[in-house]
């Protein structure tokens, strides 16, 4: 420490410095120095080090030192930079550069981590061109369709960029006008030309010290210039950040090196990991070079070392500042863009060594090598600089493209992520269409790209393709990064030329042959075999090579979308990939033995392949690519234009096809089930290659391709190629069923499933032509089909609907501008989703054999369907929908149809399905060719229709089905067949399509027949028959309709005879239950009379009560299913039930329990700052039947082998269970009591003033014996006893000992989780927090029922109301388990606050207490005394009703002291009611005892208004109260809206409560003057505390913004508390409280119980007492956290347009606040059902449980 405190010297000796200095002198000094750059130098060598880093400090300290090093650099370096350049006073210096300052109209606002950024769907130029919050509010895109999204930071606005967007480029803000600046001026000629030479030179001589020090590698050396004047023995240890060890391995590695604790290892971690290094040892060498060595030696066991390095104090000092520097630079040239174009100028000047030379080349270049935060810094500078100036972003550009080749492999040897890499910034100008082009044609960019990506990628197989099975874990890492090379190509091609020049056209070309290249590498990779006899042993690596497909698809799509712009580079693309393909089919295995196939007449050369036996792969991207240019050669009509160019004679149809044919049967096969030994790799493979994310450019593309070699080939033959690649010829070709089998090498299920995958394959190579290209359509036909078909499933979300679509490179799937067209939507309701439902009149275009449907889809949509056609009342016929014309070059497609060959397979179905021969067809089968010969006739029918008199229909499929069958297979035609199968029993699910076909037959015959006969005359009867038909298809259904009416009479009818039967066999049954319906409608139709009877007389408190004990109680246990009455001294019954802290009603949560152990819970404050809430799902057991269960599940918990921390989401050991037939969670049970008998009417009702003389009587008699036990003092004087007050009785425990054992075990629990401390039966406190959390849950309940305006009865679901029933009766039972004296001393203290007692000491004031809580208390702890009073002379319900008259009193006091009224203009005084003037007089005896403490009120109308609101919850809490404790019914008007005067009634309270205080004025007089006259009362009204006014406000969750993206801007602004400027990561908000927390992160934890927790859980403690509701901000997301170890994330309150919400911000579209969501959140808070739907998701998804809450 020595080195230290001499080191701390000088900076004392600085101080004295600052007052000697001058900033203009110093600055003076160097414009007169001959040598400029030695004048700087010298400067900062003598002060950088004597203000940066002098050595180690911890804590506040550090701060300190981090304000006076800012200080120090402004003063001492900063300031004689800005003198120097400005030549004046920098504050005004400034102010004038700005003041002439004419900025471009670029925003340039660098994005912050989590800001929200917006892209307009419709006219952003590509998904990378956002704008900011403000530029977008103030631009037109806001009321467009619009993205948004959160940054990652760094990035930055691209408002005013004209080449970013298609219209309205620029937002109102930075709209150019007249004084903003021309692009061709230069923005230098606007500076004065001496500032000008100031700034080139010193910018050259700070950019250079930046530069060096950033890219210096000695760590002992500095540059010449800087060394320091005299050499000290200081160095650091520095500890670099790197992306492969984790935080814990760095902690730990600190701990064991530097000997610090793990807060401060935490803290180093964390430093690390934002700024990329920190040094975590000062002192000599040896010293650092120690804890090198530990560092090293620890993390180097499982993978290389952490990057550590001893650095010289003044090297690290002059790294520090070189950071400031830059930093400096960039605020400085903010101000004018003359001084930007400098600082560009400077920075790319050429420097004597030629090529890299330049300051920035030195930047670039030595990326990899820097830290994170220099990084960081020197991007930010870039982006300020050479990216906001045009005419440097280019030269910038060519720069970054010249060394791209370097800085990918720099990138891909680094291990930072790619945000902190230089290479991040290829976005910023590989995006702008025009740098794009101009580096493609300079620097040939798009070939550098492709050919660098190749070159990383070197293991290949031995014909040259990429093999990915051998891939080490390192090679994996080093492909992972590759991948950003394809982003980069990405963004290349992002938007197509309008225009081409010949030097594009010619480097487009050299990059399309490298792409080949690229693809030939893919063609054929990850070869499969069929497995035979055994399972394959390994799995093979198959993602590598579907990652690298998912990446390129939409570079596939683009370069074709490129190609389609000009015909010149189509003809040449198609060219090249034609001889691509070639070459790849050279490389094919030679020796395949030629075969001739012959079938229906015809016969084909081919050679001899089996997919079931050869090498077959699903990697055909150069096929593929053939395929979508061919469809282009069709779609801009080139191949009709210039066939001359095109090599179409070349064409070798069998070879086109060849390939994607091979993939397709590989695809029936693994459906077939043939390969099934082949493992799970080939099925993930198949599901790709059919998956959205892939189908474009693979399954599509291969339909595609067999589409345009069948358009090419003799339909027989291409058919016959087909079959043979299906190993199906034999099948066909052969007559002879049995030689069908025995041929076969595959069981019959197999070679069935084969068929039915071939016939459909060939309905989708003649059928799917909603491709622009292949069909005449147009791109939204296609979007529109895939609609309709997922829509023909079920009603979908737009989310779904998004997924099902295949995106393009702007991530748009074209959905928006057809969906409105075809479906409409249904908004969703508090739970669900927005759906959109098909409208009816698209049903006809639905195509049962969709290409995109999976065999599951297909099957839902089917069975859809047909429902809706029953529904409809149509038949329920599915036929294929009227195709669209195809494009010419694919026009011969339609031939398949009626060729010879697939007649012969149709009929051969067919007559397999005339003899059905034991499962030699299938339905499916039949289906499938019942669809093809639908879709033969409608092709027929059109060009019936479409043809004019004089063309000759070519296509007459008709004539040929109406031909018998030819060998082989000598079976009738296909009509004829047809004919037969329509009324066959077993095909009675294809009839009405069979039906549908022989009509559509019928119409063509006629339509031919007037065609020939009379193609003259225009008239046309020709719907006659059509209509005809029509009328039998209606006469039809007429007649099914009526039998199956018949049919449902008959079985109305039998039903009707077997009730009678059953009501004759049980007549008495039956009658007694008629006698008890017809009595109860009786007595409903009597009851208004008898309720207005009653209603005065029903009473739930005092002598005239009802009870409830009347009633039996029968009950059965859930788990032995016995039923028992419940009774006293019977077994005991509980009720399962959750006991927990609350804050839902608090007034003041920073109140807590700093002392569990001396807490006095006796008197609860008005705050009710923290309160017991206890809730049941009202399920009934015996305690005997419970204690079985608990314990079972004990063992089990305590069986469980090795289990993970928390592995369920209840904590047995803190006796959490779920309910055994609900799973709700619960922590203990609640005895059930039997109800409270009816008071003997015979005793007498005392007054107050008797019944107040006779207590104080009881209370003295009690002191008296407490003193004497405890002190055996027995000469004072005996106090008088009441007669028949015996104070050494004992009353008789009324209960078993089964249920007084249950009333301790719920006591304890409560007891446990109030107060958070071990249970102790001995402790006094036990009966009072059972009181509690009965007053607490009466409170809440109220409370809740007030602001639902529900009735304060009969609205409470069955479960609230049985737990509440119980509890209360739980509450008045608890004393008879504890010491009486100790339940006697509650109420003496108890009762002390309302009649004042010399005896007790510390009673609260009157403002102090919550008076509900304090009756309740009162109440339950009166039986204690009453039970003494054998006297008989009067009952406890007296007592009851005497407190509750003092409690109301003083409530009314309480409420009167508090009251804030606010005069009115109305006068209201007149004719004042008896009401307002008794209000008026208690209020001025309180003003006669309190003086000007109370404030004059001349409105008795508005006090009387503030003081019957103000006492309204007290009187229904009350009432509830007493209604469960004494079972007494409630008067029908309490059942609906509340009424003040049935409640006072049903309370035995006057309506006119003031008369309480008038009728029995002198008895509370003394009484008023005490309270009133407590020292803190008036203390608190003169402000000396938060008063709580009346009615209690209802705590609600925070107000949220409507709009979301104000909530993630303010997010973004969020800075971690702990970490100083560094950005949240994940700003988390307290939906209670509405604090802003630093969640999950290492930062922000804290110590609570001994235990690391994270900022969410730390805040839930505090602000919830353990339960936390938050926002996550950027995720969307809302997370209930209960205690440590539970949570769960719920769906957020903000929804899209569509009624979606967008957990994670992944669709980014916009969000609002959807109020009656958040409502329900709230209500489940206030319901106190967190912990419930915690408990319900932790059972449902076992991955919550074992995510670690506590560190959120």
Not at 215 to 229: A, I, K, N, V
């Amino acid at each position: 420490m020595a080195v230290a405190e001499a080191k701390r010297d000088p900076s004392s000796a600085l101080c004295s410095e600052f007052l000697n200095f001058s900033a203009k002198d110093t600055a003076s000094r160097w414009l007169a120095a001959a040598d400029l750059q030695q004048e700087v130098y010298c400067h900062l060598a003598v002060y950088v080090p004597r203000i940066f880093c002098l050595g180690p400090c911890g804590g506040r300290e550090e701060q300190r030192e981090e304000q006076r090093e800012e200080l120090a650099c402004q003063l001492l370096l900063l300031a004689p930079f800005e003198w120097f350049l400005l030549g004046e006073e920098p504050a005004a210096g400034l102010a004038l550069l700005q003041e002439n300052n004419r900025p471009s109209a670029l925003c340039g606002h660098v994005f912050k981590v989590g800001e929200p950024t917006y892209s307009c769907r419709e006219c952003a130029a590509d998904p990378t061109c956002v704008l900011c919050m403000q530029c977008f509010l103030g631009s037109v895109h806001k009321e467009h369709r619009y993205r948004m999204t959160t940054s990652g930071g760094g990035g930055f606005c691209d408002c005013g960029d004209a080449e970013a967007w298609k219209t309205g480029p620029y937002c109102q803000k930075h709209t150019p006008g007249d004084e903003s600046c021309d692009a061709q001026e230069d923005p230098i000629t606007q500076l004065p030309a001496d500032m000008v030479g100031r700034a080139l030179s010193f910018f050259f001589i700070i950019l250079k010290y930046a530069v060096d020090l950033l890219t210096w590698e000695h760590e002992d050396l500095l540059p010449t210039g800087l060394e320091p004047l005299e050499r000290e023995d200081t160095y650091y240890c520095m500890l670099f950040n790197d992306e492969v060890h984790t935080y814990e391995q760095v902690i730990y590695t600190l701990q064991k090196a530097v000997n610090c604790s793990h807060k401060e290892a935490m803290s180093f971690a964390t430093t690390v990991d934002r700024d990329g290094r920190k040094s975590v040892r000062y002192g000599d060498l040896q010293f650092c070079e120690q804890a090198k060595s530990v560092i090293v030696r620890n993390t180097s066991r499982q993978s290389k070392p952490l990057r550590v390095q001893v650095m010289h104090s003044s090297v690290v000092a002059h790294q520090c500042f070189a950071l400031k520097a830059l930093s400096w630079l960039g605020q400085i040239i903010q101000y004018s863009d003359g001084l930007r174009r400098i600082l560009c100028q400077v920075g790319l000047q050429k420097g004597l060594e030629g090529e890299n030379s330049s300051l920035v080349d030195q930047l670039m270049l030595s990326d990899s090598k820097m830290w994170k935060g220099a990084r960081n810094i020197y991007h930010q500078l870039l982006m300020n600089s050479l990216l906001m100036d045009l005419k440097y972003k280019k030269i910038f550009a060519i720069q970054f493209a010249k060394n791209y080749e370097r800085l990918q492999s720099d990138y891909v040897k680094d291990d930072h992520d790619r945000e902190f890499s230089i290479t991040d910034l290829s976005v910023q100008m590989f995006t702008v269409p025009s740098l794009a082009r101009m580096l493609m044609v300079e620097e040939n960019l798009m070939t550098t790209i492709i050919r660098t990506f190749v070159d990383h990628l070197r293991h290949r197989d031995l014909q040259g393709r990429f093999q990915f099975d051998r891939y080490t874990a390192q090679q994996a890492f080093k492909f992972g990064r590759v991948q950003s090379l394809i982003g980069d190509l990405k963004y290349v091609l992002i938007s197509p030329p309008s225009e081409w020049s010949d030097q594009l056209r010619l480097k487009f070309l050299e990059g399309f042959d490298a792409f080949l290249e690229l693809l030939k590498c893919m063609q054929g990779m990850d070869p499969v075999v069929r497995q035979v006899g055994q399972h394959i042993e390994m799995e093979p690596e198959w993602e590598a090579a579907f990652t690298l497909q998912m990446k390129l698809t939409n570079i596939i799509s683009m370069i074709q979308e490129w190609c389609s712009t000009d015909e010149c580079v189509l003809i040449e693309a198609y060219k090249k990939c034609l001889s691509a393909l070639s070459h790849c089919h050279s490389r094919l295995p030679d020796g395949e033995q030629p075969i001739s196939l012959s079938l229906a007449g015809h016969s084909v050369e081919t050679f001899r392949y089996q997919v079931s036996q050869d090498k077959v792969s699903i990697h055909l991207p150069v096929c593929r690519l053939l395929a979508g240019l061919h469809v282009l050669l069709s779609k801009t009509e080139v191949a009709s234009r210039f066939p001359e160019q095109l090599p179409l004679g070349e064409l070798s149809p069998p070879l086109l096809i060849e390939l994607p044919l091979r993939c397709l049967v590989l695809c029936a096969q693994v459906h077939a089930g043939m390969w099934r030994r082949n493992g799970f790799s080939l099925i993930n493979q198949i599901y790709y290659y059919h998956n959205v994310k892939c189908r474009v450019e693979m399954f599509d593309k291969d339909i595609i391709m067999l589409q345009a070699g069948a358009s090419m080939m003799d339909p027989n033959h291409f058919l016959m190629i087909v079959l043979s690649r299906f190993e199906l010829f034999h099948v066909f070709s052969t007559a002879d069923i049995r030689k069908r089998y025995r041929e076969a090498n595959k069981d019959l299920v197999q070679q069935n499933t084969l068929i039915e995958e071939m016939l459909h394959l060939i309905i989708m190579v003649v059928g799917e032509r909603y491709v622009a290209g292949v069909g005449q359509v147009e791109p939204c036909d296609e979007v529109r089909r895939e609609i309709i078909h997922q829509l023909s499933i079920r009603p979908m979300a737009h989310s779904e609907l998004v997924k099902a679509l295949p995106e393009n490179g702007n991530k748009e799937t074209g959905l928006e501008r057809v969906i409105d067209s075809v479906a409409s939507f249904k908004k969703p309701g508090v739970t669900g989703r927005g759906l959109y439902e098909l409208r009816p009149e698209w049903s006809k275009h639905f195509n049962l054999y969709f290409h995109h449907y999976s065999r599951a889809d297909q099957t839902k949509a089917e069975e859809a369907q047909r429902k809706l056609r029953r529904q409809n009342g149509e038949d329920t016929a599915l036929p294929p929908p009227s195709p669209p014309p195809l494009r010419p070059l694919f026009g011969s497609l339609v031939n398949l149809l009626q060729c010879d060959v697939l007649l012969a397979i149709e009929g051969a179905v067919l007559q397999w399905a005339v003899e059905p021969s034991g499962g030699s067809w299938t339905e499916s089968m039949l289906q499938r060719v019942l669809h093809l010969v639908g879709m033969a006739l409608l092709e027929e029918q059109q060009q019936l229709e479409n043809s004019s008199g004089d063309d000759t229909v070519t296509f007459n499929y008709t004539c040929k089905i109406i031909r018998p069958g030819e060998a082989p297979s000598t079976s009738g035609s296909v009509l004829a067949l047809l004919e037969s199968l329509q009324n066959a029993p077993h095909l009675e699910v294809h009839k009405d399509m069979i039906t549908w076909i022989l009509k559509v037959v019928s119409n063509i015959k006629m339509m031919r027949e007037r065609t020939s006969s009379a193609s003259t005359v225009t008239v046309s009867p020709g719907r006659g028959p059509e209509e005809t038909v029509r009328d039998k298809d209606k006469a039809e259904r007429k007649r099914k309709a009526e039998m199956a009416r018949l049919r449902r009479e008959k079985i109305m009818a039998q039903m009707s005879e077997m009730q009678k039967h059953f009501i004759n066999e049980n007549k008495e049954l039956f009658q007694q239950s008629m006698e008890e319906l017809e009595v109860s409608m009786s007595a409903a139709d009597h009851s208004p009379p008898s309720t207005e009877f009653t209603c005065m007389s029903q009473v739930c408190v005092g002598p005239r009560r009802v009870g409830g004990a009347e009633h039996r109680q029968l009950v059965t246990c859930i788990l032995c299913q016995e039923e028992q009455e419940v009774r006293g001294h019977s077994r005991a019954m509980v009720l399962a039930a959750f006991v927990q802290r609350s804050t839902v009603l608090s007034k003041n949560r920073c109140r807590n329990l700093s002392n569990p152990d001396h807490h006095e819970p006796l008197f609860m404050h008005p705050e009710l700052s923290l309160g017991i809430h206890t809730a049941s799902c009202g399920h009934i057991m015996h305690a005997t039947c419970w204690q079985r269960y608990f314990e079972a599940v004990q063992l089990k918990e305590q069986r469980r082998q090795q289990r993970l921390r928390g592995h369920t989401s209840y904590d047995v050991e803190n006796g959490e269970f779920l309910c055994p037939l609900c799973e709700c969670l619960s922590n203990t049970v609640i005895p059930l009591l039997p109800l409270a008998p009816s008071p003997d009417r015979s005793v007498a009702h005392p007054s107050l003033e008797a019944w107040l003389k006779t207590t104080i009587e009881q209370i003295a008699a009690l002191h008296s014996a407490h003193r004497k036990q405890f002190d055996g003092a027995a000469d004072e004087a005996e106090p008088v006893v009441p007669e028949g007050f015996q104070i050494d009785f004992t009353p008789q425990n009324p209960f078993s000992s089964s249920i007084s054992e249950m009333i301790t075990t719920f006591s304890l629990s409560t007891y446990n989780v109030g107060l958070k401390v071990n249970p102790n039966e001995q402790d006094p406190r036990v009966p009072v927090l059972s009181w509690s959390t009965c007053a607490y849950t009466i409170q809440s309940i109220e409370c809740l029922l007030m602001d639902e305006e529900k009735p304060l009865f009969g609205s409470l679901p069955c479960r609230q109301d049985d737990c509440l029933s119980s509890l209360t009766r739980f509450s008045s039972a608890c004393w008879t388990t504890v010491p009486l004296n100790t339940v006697q001393t509650h109420f003496i203290r108890l009762f002390s606050a309302l009649v004042p007692d010399t005896q007790v000491e510390n009673t609260p004031s009157i403002l102090d207490v919550d008076m509900f809580h304090l009756l309740v208390y009162a109440v339950l702890s009166y039986t204690s005394v009453h039970c003494l009073d054998q006297s008989g002379c009067s009952v406890v319900d007296s007592g009851h009703l005497h407190l509750l008259h003092l409690v109301t009193v003083a409530h009314l006091i309480q409420i009167l002291l508090t009251s804030t009224t606010e005069e009115v203009c109305m006068d209201q005084d007149i004719g004042g009611s008896e009401e307002e003037e008794l209000t008026c007089q208690l209020y001025s005896t309180l003003k006669k005892y309190l003086g000007s403490v109370l404030p004059e009120v001349s409105s008795g109308w508005q006090l009387y208004r503030s003081l019957k609101a103000g006492v309204l919850p007290f009187l229904r809490a009350t009432a509830l109260f007493f209604h469960y404790l004494n079972s007494t019914t409630p008067p029908a008007e309490l059942l609906g809206p509340g009424q003040w005067e049935a409640l006072c009634s049903y309370l035995s309270l006057p309506s006119n409560l003031l008369l309480l205080h008038h009728n029995q004025q002198t008895l509370l007089e003394p009484l008023i003057h005490r309270w009133c006259c407590h020292p803190s009362v008036r203390q608190m009204l003169q402000g000396g505390g938060a008063i709580i006014r009346f009615p209690r406000e209802s705590n609600r969750l925070i107000e949220l913004p409507e709009d979301y993206s104000v909530l993630i801007n303010q997010a973004s602004s969020f800075t971690c508390p702990r970490s100083g400027r560094d950005k949240s990561r994940a700003p988390t908000l307290c939906l209670v409280c509405g604090c802003m927390l630093c969640s999950h992160s290492y930062c922000c934890r804290t110590e609570v119980d001994g235990e690391d927790v994270g900022a969410c859980t730390a805040h839930s403690f505090t602000c919830g007492a353990g339960l936390g509701l938050f926002f996550r901000v950027r995720e969307s997301q809302v997370l209930f956290v209960a205690g440590k170890t539970k949570g769960c994330l719920y769906p957020p309150p903000y929804l899209d347009d569509y009624g979606e919400t967008d957990q994670g911000l992944k669709r980014g579209n916009p969000l609002h606040l959807c109020a009656e969501r958040y409502r329900k959140i709230e209500r489940l808070w206030r319901q106190h059902g967190i912990t419930e739907i915690i408990g319900h998701a932790q059972e449902a998804n076992q991955t919550l449980v074992t995510i670690n809450w506590q560190h959120l």
